[in-house]
Nanobody, 127 residues
């Protein structure tokens, strides 16, 4: 099992910055990919950013590219999402997710491709 706990959410003004952190514990050696998803009220959960657990290649949705940066720390076992130039449309619950399937040929961006999820952290961006 893998446990994921998000933190760092809150209220920020448009144009501001916020960093989310995902604490990863349990059987971390089985993790292949990590990602941040988000879900706005009334909308489906969507991929935001991801990174391979054993490599540093980042992946970003077009909506956050150039504004968000994903990073990981194997010493602390955390995956962070650094969010800059925040917009009101970034308001959502942000979820950390882990994928343990080693057979994927492309980086997973769909909800069903992830096996473990955190409880989510709320981000509100005011205009």
């Amino acid at each position: 099992q893998v446990q994921l706990v998000e933190s760092g959410g809150g209220l920020v003004q448009a144009g501001g910055s916020l960093t989310l952190s995902c604490a990863v514990s349990g059987r971390t050696f089985i993790i292949i990919n990590m990602a941040w998803f988000r879900q706005a009220p009334g909308k489906e959960r969507e991929f935001g950013a991801g990174i391979g657990w054993n490599d540093d290649t980042p992946y970003y949705a077009d909506s956050v590219k150039g504004r968000f940066t994903i990073s990981k720390d194997h010493i602390k076992n955390t995956v962070d999402l650094h969010m800059n130039s925040l917009k009101p449309e970034d308001t959502a619950v942000y979820y950390c997710a882990a994928d343990i399937d080693p057979k994927k040929m492309v980086f997973p961006t769909r909800v069903y491709e992830y096996d473990y999820w955190g409880q989510g952290t709320q981000v509100n961006v005011s205009s």
